[in-house]
């Protein structure tokens, strides 16, 4: 089961955004992720190919565990060991994963070192409204504001 933040506890203004940077927003969190996205379930396996120190990443690893992003299970060639496998939490940061690799290509390395693919030509996505089927403009969304006492500007004050 994934830990909930209740959004009114939350210091400052109230979002998903910042609630789910503290479950996956650790330095080693979606690396790891990553790492088990694509079939690496052993610890070791995770270390080396993020290059995280051993204990930062056992830190990491339990907390998504506790969070229910992973979940630790035997694996399956060897059941004196268990691995760590994505729930249906961790499975949903697919998307997102996708997004922040394009984000990387475009502005933070010289040149990209992977390409997606998606069956025989380059994976390229757009975000559409899963209502209406329409493509998604960020000129189109807008915000309404769920918690009482809160606006775009931040707290409002009382009169």
Avoid at 5 to 33: E, F, H, N, T, Y
Avoid at 81 to 109: C, F
Avoid at 125 to 134: K, S
Wanted: glycine share 8%.
């Amino acid at each position: 089961m994934t830990t909930r933040i209740d959004p009114q506890d939350m210091a400052g203004r109230p979002c998903s955004l910042s609630a789910a940077l503290q479950v996956v927003g650790d330095r080693w969190a979606l690396p790891a992720i990553r790492e088990v996205m694509l079939g690496n379930h052993r610890f070791r396996q995770i270390a080396r190919n993020t290059g995280a120190p051993t204990d930062r990443l056992a830190a990491r690893l339990k907390a998504l565990v506790e969070s229910g992003v992973l979940e630790r299970r035997p694996l399956p060639d060897d059941t004196r060991h268990s691995g760590y496998y994505l729930t249906e939490a961790g499975r949903d940061l697919a998307g997102i994963t996708r997004e922040l690799i394009g984000w990387g290509d475009r502005w933070a390395v010289t040149r990209p070192p992977v390409r997606l693919l998606h069956q025989d030509h380059e994976l390229v996505t757009r975000a559409v409204c899963g209502t209406c089927g329409e493509q998604v403009h960020a000129e189109d969304v807008h915000r309404e504001e769920m918690i009482p006492g809160w606006d775009r500007s931040g707290p409002v004050q009382a009169p």
